[in-house]
C-alpha cells in the first residue's frame, strides 16, 4: 500500500486532533505504520483546527503536514466558505463532510463537480454523536463513516481504538462506538444507493505482530494522559541509516528485538514519560509551558499511582525555580530530571550555568519551541541554541523513537561524566505526534543504566561546600576541566549509543548518522525531525540521478568537529539547515561545521529554515537542492522567504518614523491575526 495521507478540518472542542489519533491507532492495530499529529492556531475553542493522518506499510519519516491528501474529512460545514480547505487536493481525493444537507446544497460545486462519483459525501455526524453520545462531537461518528468510505481501516479496528482511548470513560467509549457504528452503516447504505462498492486498501504485512504487538495493538503499556477531555477534544522509530550509498527505505524490523519491550501507538510525550520512568528518577521538578506539558502531566500520574517510587515531583512556581530544585535534589544525592521549552529555558539561564559548573548530572528535556518577541509557540530550535555554550551536553533527536532512547542514554552520559544533558526534541512536531514506538521493559533499562552514583554528595554527616569562590588563580582551570568532560562525553557517547543498540536491538543517539553520503557530491546537514523530510526528499532526487546524502547532527555539544570533517571530507558542496538564526551574522550550525571543514575546499550554504513552525516541505527542499546541485544558492539563504511581505515593511519603514509594530504591519498584509503552522 503507498502511503495515505489524510487531512481533517474542524474546530477546537469538537475533537479534531482526536480524531486523527484514533485513525492512527486503528491503522497500527491492523499492522501498519501511523502518524498523527495537529496543527493549531493561537486560538482555541470554535476557532478553525487542522490535524493530520498518515498510514504506510513502511516506517514514515516525513514530518511536512499533509499537503495533498488523499481524502479530507470536514467536520463542521461551516468551514468549507471560510478556509481554504481543498488546498492541495487533487482529483482523486476523496471527501466526507459532517452535514446533514446533501453535497448539491452545500455549493461547493467548484471543487466536486471535477471529482468521480461516489468520492464526496455527506453524513450527519452532530446528530448521531448526540444521539448516541449526548454531545455534539462529531469526531468518531465521522471516523465510522470514513472507514466505510474509504476502506482504510476496519470498523472492528476502529472501534478498538475508541475503547482504548476512552477505557477510563466507559460511557463516552460506548457512545463514541455506538455513533461511529451507525456512521458506518450510513455510509454504507448511501455507497449501496450510489452503487458504489466499499473501498477498502489492502493491508500490509502483519509488522504490528511481528514486533511482538497483540493483533488489536493492545500490548501498549502507555495509556492515553488521565487529562484528556472525554468529548474526544485534544488536550493544550527506529530510522534508517547509512553510510552509503544503500536502498532509500528498509523495514524496522529488528533482528533481535530484545524480550521486555512492547510496541505500541503512542504520543511522544508520554513514550519521553515512559521511558524516563524507567530511569527511576528521584526527584523531578516542573513547571508547566507548551510544548512540554504533556511530558510533566504524565510524570505526575506515575508518580501519584504509584508506578513511579520512590519519587517526589515537586510543583514549582517558575522554571528558574524547577532548575534550582534539580540542583539542590542532583547535590544532594538523588536522579534528577525536569523539562521546559522557549521562554521557560532562557528563565533558567542563569541556573543552567549553575548546574554544569557544579558538574551535576542532571536530565532535562527541551520541547524545542521558538523565542518571542513576537508571540510564537511553535517549533524552531533558537531555545536550545541560545544556550549551546552554558556547559550543557546537547542531544537531538530525529524521532520519537530516538527521543524516547536517548533519554536513557543521557542519564548513563551524564552520570559517567558528571554533567548535565540536555534531550532536545522538537516541540509539536514529535511531542505531540502519535506514532509506533517501542517501549524497553524496566528490566531492560535497568540492566543499562546503574544506580546513580554521585561523584559529590551534599551530606550533613559530612559537611563540603559546593560552588564556593574561585578566584583568578584556579578559575581558567575549573574551566577547562569543563571542556574536558565534554571532550570524553565526546568518546562516550557513541560507546553508549552501541552498547545501547547491543542491548535493545536499535540504533540511536551518537554524534552523527549519515545517509546516503558515500558517493555525494551534495550533502545536507541537519538536527533534529527535519531529517525526516530530508531523507525522503534525498531519495526522490537519488532516483533521479542526483548524488546527495544527508548528514545528521545528533550530539551538537560537544561538537563531533573530527566525525563531521570524516563525514564531509569528500563533498564538493554542504549545505546546513538551521532552525535558529543568529541575528547579524547568519548560521549557528553552520559555523560549527566550517570549523570542522577548516581548510577543506568545497562550497558552503546556510539555509535559514522552519522558524516559528513554518513548515519544510518536500516541494521547497526539492527546490533548495537542485539549486545547490547547481551552486545557484546565496551562502545565506532563507528557505520560502515572502520577500514582497519584507520589502513593503521595509518601505513602510523608510517612509515614517513611526510605522508601526512591525510583526502586527505584516500580519495585517497578509490579512490574518494570527498564524498557524504551514
Known amino acids: 500500500m ?6 481533517i478540518h474542524g474546530r477546537g472542542g469538537q475533537g479534531t486532533v482526536t480524531a486523527a489519533e484514533l485513525l492512527s491507532a486503528a491503522a497500527f492495530a491492523e499492522g501498519r505504520h501511523a502518524q498523527a499529529f495537529p496543527s493549531f492556531g493561537s486560538e482555541r475553542t470554535g476557532a478553525p483546527v487542522m490535524s493530520f493522518c498518515r498510514v504506510d506499510d513502511r516506517p514514515i519519516r516525513t514530518r511536512e503536514p499533509v499537503i495533498r491528501p488523499d481524502a479530507l474529512i470536514i467536520q463542521d460545514p461551516t468551514l468549507l466558505h471560510q478556509v481554504n480547505v481543498f488546498d492541495g487536493a487533487g482529483q482523486d481525493c476523496r471527501l ?25 459525501l455527506t453524513v450527519p455526524a452532530t446528530d448521531l454523536a448526540l444521539e448516541h453520545l449526548g454531545r455534539p462531537v462529531p469526531s468518531a461518528a465521522l471516523l465510522g463513516g470514513f472507514a466505510a468510505f474509504s476502506g482504510l481501516v476496519t470498523l472492528d479496528s476502529l472501534l478498538t481504538a475508541i475503547r482504548e482511548r476512552f477505557a477510563s470513560k466507559p460511557a463516552v467509549a460506548q457512545g463514541n462506538a455506538a455513533a461511529a457504528s451507525a456512521a458506518f452503516e450510513f455510509v454504507a447504505a448511501e455507497l449501496a444507493r450510489q452503487g458504489v462498492p466499499l473501498a477498502r486498501v489492502p493491508a500490509g504485512p502483519d509488522t504490528a505482530s511481528a514486533l511482538g504487538a497483540s493483533p488489536d495493538g493492545a500490548e501498549s503499556d502507555c495509556p492515553a494522559p488521565d487529562a484528556t477531555p472525554e468529548d474526544g477534544a485534544s488536550p493544550d522509530l527506529a530510522r534508517p541509516a547509512s553510510a552509503g550509498p544503500a536502498g532509500p527505505r528498509s523495514p524496522d524490523l529488528s533482528p533481535a528485538r530484545p524480550a521486555g519491550g512492547r510496541v505500541g501507538q503512542i504520543e ?51 522554571e528558574y525555580a524547577a532548575m534550582s530544585v534539580a540542583i539542590g535534589a542532583s547535590a544532594a544525592g538523588a536522579r534528577a530530571y525536569t523539562a521546559t521549552a522557549s521562554q521557560g529555558l532562557l528563565y533558567m539561564t542563569e541556573a543552567l550555568y549553575n548546574a554544569s559548573g557544579l558538574g551535576l548530572p542532571i536530565v532535562m528535556t527541551v520541547a524545542n519551541r521558538a ?21 550543557w551536553i546537547q542531544l537531538y533527536a530525529e524521532t520519537n523513537q530516538e527521543a524516547m532512547d536517548l533519554h536513557i542514554q543521557a542519564f548513563r552520559i551524564a552520570e559517567q561524566v558528571s554533567l548535565p544533558v540536555m534531550v532536545c526534541m522538537d516541540g509539536f512536531i ?19 543504566l ?4 554521585p561523584r559529590q554528595v551534599l551530606d550533613p554527616a559530612e559537611p563540603v561546600s559546593i560552588g564556593a569562590m574561585v578566584g583568578p588563580e ?30 535493545f536491538g536499535r540504533d540511536s543517539g551518537g554524534l552523527i548518522r549519515p545517509y546516503r553520503t558515500q558517493d555525494a557530491q551534495t550533502i545536507v546537514v541537519a538536527l533534529g525531525s527535519v531529517l525526516g523530510t530530508i531523507k525522503d526528499t534525498i531519495d526522490e532526487l537519488r532516483e533521479a540521478g542526483t548524488r546527495i546524502g544527508a548528514l545528521g547532527i545528533t550530539s551538537f555539544r560537544p561538537f563531533p568537529l573530527e566525525a563531521v570533517r570524516e563525514a564531509l571530507a569528500h563533498a564538493e558542496r554542504v549545505v546546513v539547515i538551521e532552525k535558529a538564526l543568529a541575528v547579524g551574522i547568519g548560521g549557528i550550525v553552520s559555523a560549527n561545521v566550517r570549523m570542522a571543514l577548516s581548510g577543506i575546499q568545497l562550497h558552503g550554504y546556510t539555509v535559514i529554515a522552519g522558524l516559528g513552525g513554518r513548515a519544510i516541505t518536500k516541494d521547497s527542499l526539492r527546490g533548495l537542492f537542485t539549486a545547490a546541485g547547481q551552486d545557484a544558492l546565496e551562502p545565506l539563504t532563507f528557505l520560502d522567504l515572502d520577500t514582497a511581505l519584507v520589502e513593503r515593511e521595509l518601505a513602510r519603514t523608510a517612509a515614517s518614523q513611526r510605522s508601526g509594530p512591525a510583526a502586527e504591519n505584516m500580519l495585517r498584509d497578509l490579512g490574518v491575526v494570527a498564524s498557524k503552522i504551514g
Open 268 to 318: 511522544g510525550s508520554r513514550g519521553v514519560a515512559e521511558a524516563v520512568m524507567r530511569c527511576r528518577p528521584e526527584v523531578i521538578c516542573a513547571y508547566p509551558i507548551s510544548p512540554q506539558t504533556h511530558i510533566v502531566e504524565a510524570l505526575s500520574s506515575l508518580v501519584k499511582s504509584g508506578e513511579l517510587a520512590p519519587c517526589e515531583f515537586v510543583n514549582v512556581e517558575s
Open 474 to 503: 584556579a578559575f581558567t582551570e575549573v574551566r577547562y576541566l569543563a571542556h574536558a568532560r565534554q571532550q570524553q562525553a565526546l568518546e562516550l557517547i557513541p560507546r553508549v549509543a552501541a552498547e545501547f543498540a547491543a542491548d
Open 450 to 453: 546503574p544506580p546513580f552514583e
Open 96 to 120: 466526507l463532510i459532517n452535514s446533514a444537507r446533501g453535497v448539491a446544497d452545500l455549493n461547493i460545486g467548484d471543487f466536486t463537480d471535477r471529482l468521480p462519483p461516489g468520492s464526496v
Open 2 to 7: 503507498p502511503m495515505y495521507e489524510v487531512r
Open 430 to 448: 514529535l511531542t505531540h505526534a502519535h506514532e509506533r514506538l517501542e517501549m524497553p521493559g524496566a528490566g531492560q533499562v535497568d540492566a543499562f
Open 371 to 391: 523565542i518571542g518577541a513576537p508571540i510564537n509557540i511553535w517549533n524552531d530550535h533558537s531555545d536550545a541554541m541560545s544556550q549551546r555554550d552554558c556547559g
